[in-house]
């Protein structure tokens, strides 16, 4: 079975909604032998489900899932080599359009290339990104407990890595444990 993150459009769901989303999903899918709903993150405009499936079992289950909301995006999800600079653009553009865990592997991509001090540095960026996306499965406090990670691999890095404000994202994560709430921010 290959993997894939399903977006459908949201207009009435909260991160809390998501179990129930999952469920819901693995309800409406049930009869697929081939298919398995892993969970469901819920953003302010899309809901993400990680399914596996086979490629043919893919629009089927798309047409099952349709009762829940319009689909907007499929994602393959493959391991890719990625030149550096396209994984910290598309990085930028998951983590500012709440995709949050497709930001994480675009930025794993890049961690890959990384060594030293950059490395540590991706790695913090990426902690953040997780932390949105245990939010998203309603697992707040998991998030607020990976800033602690996150400030420590950004220590204290360059103000700057590309076109992403490091000193930024020191203050939001440093600002949301002090409120024990995740905030989110584009980067």
């Given at each position: 079975?290959?993997?894939?993150?399903?977006?459908?459009k949201n207009e009435k769901?909260?991160?809390?909604?998501?179990?129930?989303?999952?469920?819901?999903?693995?309800?409406?899918?049930?009869?697929?032998?081939?298919?398995s709903v892993r969970l469901a993150r819920v953003a302010t405009k899309f809901i993400e489900f990680d399914v596996a499936a086979e490629k043919e079992d893919l629009d089927p289950l798309i047409e099952k899932l349709?009762?829940?909301?319009?689909?907007?995006n499929v994602r393959h999800v493959v391991e890719e080599h990625?030149?550096?600079?396209k994984g910290?653009?598309?990085?930028?553009f998951y983590y500012n359009n709440e995709r949050f865990w497709e930001c994480h592997e675009a930025f794993e991509g890049v961690w890959n290339q990384c060594y030293g001090r950059e490395?540590?540095?991706?790695?913090?960026?990426?902690?953040?990104?997780?932390?949105?996306?245990?939010e998203q499965e309603n697992e707040e406090s998991i998030g607020i407990g990976m800033?602690?990670?996150?400030?420590?691999?950004?220590?204290?890095?360059?103000s700057m890595y590309h076109s992403i404000d490091v000193d930024r994202i020191r203050q939001k994560a440093k600002e949301m444990q002090k409120a024990k709430k995740l905030t989110r921010f584009e980067i």
């Open positions: 079975m290959e993997r894939y993150l399903l977006h459908f769901y909260l991160p809390q909604n998501c179990r129930e989303l999952a469920y819901r999903a693995r309800d409406l899918a049930s009869e697929m032998k081939n298919v349709s009762p829940i909301g319009e689909l907007d990625i030149d550096k600079e910290i653009a598309e990085g930028i490395k540590e540095l991706v790695q913090g960026i990426i902690l953040v990104a997780v932390a949105f996306a245990h800033l602690s990670r996150a400030l420590e691999k950004l220590g204290t890095s360059p």
